[in-house]
Protein backbone atom coordinates (compact mmCIF):
# COMPACT_ATOMS: atom_id res chain seq x y z
CA UNK A 1 0.00 0.00 0.00
CA UNK A 2 1.37 3.54 -0.91
CA UNK A 3 0.90 6.22 1.53
CA UNK A 4 1.04 9.91 -0.12
CA UNK A 5 2.97 12.81 1.60
CA UNK A 6 0.26 14.51 1.91
CA UNK A 7 -2.11 11.86 3.55
CA UNK A 8 0.51 10.89 5.96
CA UNK A 9 1.47 14.84 6.79
CA UNK A 10 -2.58 14.95 7.69
CA UNK A 11 -2.84 12.04 10.05
CA UNK A 12 -0.21 13.18 11.92
CA UNK A 13 -2.12 16.69 12.40
CA UNK A 14 -5.28 15.00 13.18
CA UNK A 15 -4.30 12.39 15.36
CA UNK A 16 -4.80 14.23 17.74
CA UNK A 17 -8.21 15.61 16.85
CA UNK A 18 -11.75 14.58 17.48
CA UNK A 19 -14.38 14.55 15.33
CA UNK A 20 -17.60 15.70 16.45
CA UNK A 21 -18.96 12.86 17.96
CA UNK A 22 -15.63 12.33 19.65
CA UNK A 23 -15.52 15.52 21.25
CA UNK A 24 -19.29 15.18 22.20
CA UNK A 25 -19.02 12.08 24.02
CA UNK A 26 -15.20 13.94 26.09
CA UNK A 27 -17.28 16.95 26.83
CA UNK A 28 -20.34 14.59 27.91
CA UNK A 29 -22.67 17.35 25.67
CA UNK A 30 -24.78 17.21 23.13
CA UNK A 31 -23.50 18.08 19.26
CA UNK A 32 -26.01 20.64 19.32
CA UNK A 33 -24.44 22.40 22.35
CA UNK A 34 -20.80 21.63 21.51
CA UNK A 35 -21.71 23.83 17.85
CA UNK A 36 -22.84 26.54 20.10
CA UNK A 37 -19.74 26.68 22.17
CA UNK A 38 -17.66 26.95 19.04
CA UNK A 39 -19.80 29.50 17.84
CA UNK A 40 -19.39 31.64 21.14
CA UNK A 41 -16.06 31.31 21.20
CA UNK A 42 -15.93 29.23 24.12
CA UNK A 43 -14.51 25.94 22.42
CA UNK A 44 -11.56 25.93 19.76
CA UNK A 45 -12.39 24.02 16.86
CA UNK A 46 -11.42 23.75 12.94
CA UNK A 47 -13.09 22.54 9.50
CA UNK A 48 -10.95 19.86 7.40
CA UNK A 49 -12.23 19.10 4.34
CA UNK A 50 -15.62 19.91 5.48
CA UNK A 51 -15.84 18.19 8.79
CA UNK A 52 -15.25 20.05 12.31
CA UNK A 53 -12.39 18.54 14.41
CA UNK A 54 -11.39 19.65 17.81
CA UNK A 55 -8.24 19.42 19.49
CA UNK A 56 -8.20 16.76 22.20
CA UNK A 57 -5.56 18.52 24.77
CA UNK A 58 -7.47 21.91 24.49
CA UNK A 59 -10.69 20.13 25.00
CA UNK A 60 -9.45 18.16 28.37
CA UNK A 61 -7.98 21.91 29.26
CA UNK A 62 -11.42 23.08 29.36
CA UNK A 63 -12.67 20.55 31.22
CA UNK A 64 -10.15 21.28 33.94
CA UNK A 65 -11.02 24.65 34.07
CA UNK A 66 -14.74 24.23 34.63
CA UNK A 67 -13.96 21.62 37.25
CA UNK A 68 -11.66 24.57 38.82
CA UNK A 69 -14.40 26.86 38.33
CA UNK A 70 -17.27 23.86 40.16
CA UNK A 71 -14.83 23.72 43.39
CA UNK A 72 -13.92 27.73 43.30
CA UNK A 73 -17.88 28.48 43.05
CA UNK A 74 -18.56 25.88 45.61
CA UNK A 75 -16.18 27.12 47.81
CA UNK A 76 -16.93 30.88 47.51
CA UNK A 77 -20.87 30.08 47.72
CA UNK A 78 -20.00 28.12 51.63
CA UNK A 79 -18.15 31.56 52.65
CA UNK A 80 -21.02 33.44 51.00
CA UNK A 81 -23.52 31.34 52.91
CA UNK A 82 -21.36 31.58 56.30
CA UNK A 83 -20.54 27.87 56.35
CA UNK A 84 -17.01 28.39 56.54
CA UNK A 85 -14.14 29.72 59.31
CA UNK A 86 -11.05 31.00 58.34
CA UNK A 87 -9.16 31.89 61.43
CA UNK A 88 -5.87 33.39 60.98
CA UNK A 89 -2.61 34.67 63.39
CA UNK A 90 -1.15 32.80 66.01
CA UNK A 91 0.42 29.62 66.20
CA UNK A 92 -0.79 26.77 68.43
CA UNK A 93 -1.01 22.96 68.08
CA UNK A 94 -4.58 23.48 69.61
CA UNK A 95 -5.90 25.10 66.62
CA UNK A 96 -5.25 22.27 63.89
CA UNK A 97 -6.49 19.50 66.08
CA UNK A 98 -9.63 21.83 67.44
CA UNK A 99 -10.56 21.73 63.63
CA UNK A 100 -11.28 18.00 62.85
CA UNK A 101 -13.07 17.92 66.78
CA UNK A 102 -15.41 21.67 65.44
CA UNK A 103 -16.41 19.94 62.29
CA UNK A 104 -17.87 16.47 64.10
CA UNK A 105 -19.58 18.51 65.97
CA UNK A 106 -20.78 21.05 63.68
CA UNK A 107 -20.47 18.73 60.17
CA UNK A 108 -22.38 21.41 58.45
CA UNK A 109 -19.20 23.85 58.79
CA UNK A 110 -15.56 23.88 57.85
CA UNK A 111 -12.54 25.62 59.76
CA UNK A 112 -9.42 26.99 57.57
CA UNK A 113 -6.62 28.23 59.68
CA UNK A 114 -3.60 29.95 58.50
CA UNK A 115 0.10 30.67 60.82
CA UNK A 116 0.42 34.37 59.86
CA UNK A 117 1.72 35.75 63.10
CA UNK A 118 -1.02 37.70 65.91
CA UNK A 119 -0.22 41.03 64.50
CA UNK A 120 -0.89 39.99 60.82
CA UNK A 121 -3.92 37.93 61.88
CA UNK A 122 -5.71 41.29 63.42
CA UNK A 123 -4.22 43.05 60.32
CA UNK A 124 -6.24 40.72 57.98
CA UNK A 125 -9.19 41.01 60.18
CA UNK A 126 -9.37 45.16 59.24
CA UNK A 127 -8.90 44.18 55.50
CA UNK A 128 -11.70 41.29 55.89
CA UNK A 129 -9.69 38.00 54.98
CA UNK A 130 -10.54 36.29 57.97
CA UNK A 131 -13.37 35.35 60.22
CA UNK A 132 -11.34 35.33 63.01
CA UNK A 133 -7.98 36.38 64.36
CA UNK A 134 -6.27 34.14 66.79
CA UNK A 135 -3.73 36.64 69.42
CA UNK A 136 -1.72 36.46 72.24
CA UNK A 137 0.28 39.74 71.91
CA UNK A 138 1.31 41.34 75.43
CA UNK A 139 2.15 44.91 75.81
CA UNK A 140 4.25 44.86 78.84
CA UNK A 141 4.46 48.52 79.33
CA UNK A 142 0.47 48.67 79.12
CA UNK A 143 0.30 44.96 81.13
CA UNK A 144 -3.26 43.91 78.35
CA UNK A 145 -3.01 41.19 76.22
CA UNK A 146 -4.06 42.12 72.03
CA UNK A 147 -5.57 44.98 73.22
CA UNK A 148 -2.99 47.62 72.57
CA UNK A 149 -2.20 45.82 69.20
CA UNK A 150 -5.99 45.82 68.26
CA UNK A 151 -6.25 49.75 68.71
CA UNK A 152 -3.69 49.70 66.07
CA UNK A 153 -5.79 48.46 63.70
CA UNK A 154 -8.95 49.42 65.08
CA UNK A 155 -10.23 52.91 65.32
CA UNK A 156 -13.38 51.77 67.91
CA UNK A 157 -12.54 48.28 69.68
CA UNK A 158 -16.01 48.89 70.27
CA UNK A 159 -16.70 46.67 66.81
CA UNK A 160 -14.88 43.96 68.36
CA UNK A 161 -15.91 41.02 70.34
CA UNK A 162 -12.89 39.38 72.27
CA UNK A 163 -12.86 35.74 73.96
CA UNK A 164 -10.34 33.62 75.49
CA UNK A 165 -9.76 30.49 74.27
CA UNK A 166 -7.11 29.00 76.71
CA UNK A 167 -3.93 30.39 78.57
CA UNK A 168 -0.52 28.57 78.02
CA UNK A 169 2.80 28.48 79.11
CA UNK A 170 5.95 29.76 77.07
CA UNK A 171 9.64 28.78 77.99
CA UNK A 172 13.12 27.95 76.75
CA UNK A 173 13.27 24.31 75.07
CA UNK A 174 16.87 23.33 75.11
CA UNK A 175 18.84 20.11 75.10
CA UNK A 176 19.96 18.40 78.40
CA UNK A 177 20.35 21.25 80.50
CA UNK A 178 17.85 23.61 81.53
CA UNK A 179 18.61 27.03 80.69
CA UNK A 180 16.32 29.80 82.49
CA UNK A 181 17.76 32.92 80.67
CA UNK A 182 18.90 34.95 77.75
CA UNK A 183 21.95 35.77 79.57
CA UNK A 184 23.21 31.99 79.74
CA UNK A 185 22.86 31.99 76.03
CA UNK A 186 25.00 35.01 75.27
CA UNK A 187 27.58 33.71 78.27
CA UNK A 188 27.87 30.23 76.64
CA UNK A 189 27.47 31.30 72.73
CA UNK A 190 24.22 29.02 72.31
CA UNK A 191 22.63 29.84 68.87
CA UNK A 192 19.25 31.45 69.54
CA UNK A 193 16.31 30.32 66.94
CA UNK A 194 13.96 32.86 66.71
CA UNK A 195 10.40 33.30 65.77
CA UNK A 196 9.05 35.68 62.86
CA UNK A 197 8.45 39.20 63.41
CA UNK A 198 5.09 40.22 63.78
CA UNK A 199 4.36 36.68 65.82
CA UNK A 200 3.30 37.02 70.04
CA UNK A 201 6.75 34.65 70.74
CA UNK A 202 8.83 37.26 68.97
CA UNK A 203 7.75 40.12 70.87
CA UNK A 204 8.41 38.34 74.09
CA UNK A 205 11.71 37.49 73.01
CA UNK A 206 11.99 41.38 72.45
CA UNK A 207 10.77 42.30 75.79
CA UNK A 208 12.95 39.59 77.79
CA UNK A 209 16.04 40.28 75.90
CA UNK A 210 15.68 44.44 76.53
CA UNK A 211 14.67 43.51 80.11
CA UNK A 212 17.70 41.30 80.31
CA UNK A 213 20.20 44.26 78.52
CA UNK A 214 21.33 42.01 75.84
CA UNK A 215 21.77 43.78 72.53
CA UNK A 216 20.18 41.80 69.33
CA UNK A 217 23.62 41.08 67.80
CA UNK A 218 24.86 39.85 71.16
CA UNK A 219 22.66 36.85 70.28
CA UNK A 220 23.74 34.31 68.55
CA UNK A 221 21.30 33.21 65.64
CA UNK A 222 18.59 35.79 66.70
CA UNK A 223 17.53 36.44 62.84
CA UNK A 224 16.87 32.86 61.97
CA UNK A 225 13.64 32.96 61.92
CA UNK A 226 10.76 29.99 62.10
CA UNK A 227 6.93 30.12 62.14
CA UNK A 228 5.84 27.74 64.31
CA UNK A 229 6.45 25.88 67.77
CA UNK A 230 7.28 22.44 66.06
CA UNK A 231 10.19 24.54 63.89
CA UNK A 232 11.84 25.60 66.80
CA UNK A 233 12.02 22.22 68.98
CA UNK A 234 12.46 20.54 65.71
CA UNK A 235 15.38 23.05 65.33
CA UNK A 236 16.82 22.31 68.98
CA UNK A 237 16.36 18.17 68.19
CA UNK A 238 18.24 18.61 65.01
CA UNK A 239 21.50 20.07 66.63
CA UNK A 240 20.71 23.65 63.93
CA UNK A 241 20.17 25.31 67.15
CA UNK A 242 20.66 24.98 70.73
CA UNK A 243 17.66 27.04 72.72
CA UNK A 244 14.56 28.38 71.75
CA UNK A 245 11.32 29.47 73.01
CA UNK A 246 8.14 27.37 72.69
CA UNK A 247 4.85 26.23 73.97
CA UNK A 248 5.32 23.73 76.33
CA UNK A 249 2.20 21.71 74.86
CA UNK A 250 5.24 20.98 71.80
CA UNK A 251 8.11 20.19 74.27
CA UNK A 252 6.64 17.88 75.53
CA UNK A 253 6.47 15.17 73.03
CA UNK A 254 10.12 15.96 72.40
CA UNK A 255 13.38 15.00 74.09
CA UNK A 256 14.17 18.65 75.19
CA UNK A 257 14.20 20.63 78.57
CA UNK A 258 11.77 22.95 78.77
CA UNK A 259 11.98 26.03 81.81
CA UNK A 260 8.50 28.12 81.69
CA UNK A 261 8.94 31.68 81.13
CA UNK A 262 5.53 32.95 80.76
CA UNK A 263 2.11 32.45 80.75
CA UNK A 264 0.10 34.49 78.35
CA UNK A 265 -3.73 34.32 77.29
CA UNK A 266 -4.68 33.74 73.82
CA UNK A 267 -7.56 35.14 72.77
CA UNK A 268 -9.95 35.02 69.32
CA UNK A 269 -10.68 38.28 67.91
CA UNK A 270 -13.97 38.77 65.64
CA UNK A 271 -15.67 41.83 64.62
CA UNK A 272 -18.98 42.47 65.76
CA UNK A 273 -21.05 42.59 62.96
CA UNK A 274 -20.34 38.94 61.99
CA UNK A 275 -20.32 37.68 65.58
CA UNK A 276 -23.66 36.57 65.48
CA UNK A 277 -23.73 34.57 62.39
CA UNK A 278 -24.24 30.59 62.80
CA UNK A 279 -21.01 29.74 62.10
CA UNK A 280 -19.16 31.98 64.25
CA UNK A 281 -21.44 31.27 67.30
CA UNK A 282 -21.11 27.62 66.36
CA UNK A 283 -17.32 28.08 67.47
CA UNK A 284 -17.80 30.06 70.41
CA UNK A 285 -20.43 26.95 71.40
CA UNK A 286 -17.40 24.65 71.10
CA UNK A 287 -14.90 26.24 72.75
CA UNK A 288 -17.40 26.39 75.83
CA UNK A 289 -17.84 22.41 75.34
CA UNK A 290 -16.63 19.83 77.36
CA UNK A 291 -14.57 18.34 74.34
CA UNK A 292 -12.59 21.65 73.64
CA UNK A 293 -12.22 21.45 77.75
CA UNK A 294 -10.78 18.00 77.63
CA UNK A 295 -8.74 18.16 74.62
CA UNK A 296 -6.79 21.77 76.37
CA UNK A 297 -6.50 19.47 79.88
CA UNK A 298 -5.09 16.37 77.56
CA UNK A 299 -2.35 18.34 76.63
CA UNK A 300 0.25 19.99 78.60
CA UNK A 301 1.12 23.45 79.65
CA UNK A 302 -3.10 25.05 78.95
CA UNK A 303 -5.01 26.39 81.52
CA UNK A 304 -9.00 26.70 80.69
CA UNK A 305 -9.59 28.54 83.74
CA UNK A 306 -11.20 31.86 81.28
CA UNK A 307 -11.86 29.83 78.25
CA UNK A 308 -15.42 31.10 76.08
CA UNK A 309 -15.33 33.97 79.10
CA UNK A 310 -15.75 37.38 76.68
CA UNK A 311 -13.04 39.57 77.56
CA UNK A 312 -14.31 42.70 75.93
CA UNK A 313 -16.75 44.16 75.86
CA UNK A 314 -16.91 44.28 79.37
CA UNK A 315 -20.67 43.56 80.13
Not at 176 to 187: G, R, T, Y
Amino acid sequence: MVIHFQEYKMSCETKDLLTVKEASDLLNINEKKLYALVKDGKLPGTKVTGKWLFPKSELEEFIKGKAREAVRGSFWESLVNKKVLLVCGSDDPVIPIAQGHFHKMYPEYLMFSSIVGSREGIRLLKDGFCTIAVSHLYDHVQEDFNFPCIREYFHDPDDLVVINLFHRTLGFVSRDVAIQSFQECVDHGLRFINRQEGSGVRALVEHLITAEGIEPTDLAGYDTQVFTHYDVVRSVTTGQSDVGIASESVSVGSRLVFFPVFEERFDMVVKKEIFFDKNVQAFVEFIRSEPFRNLLKVMKGYNDRETGKVMYPIG
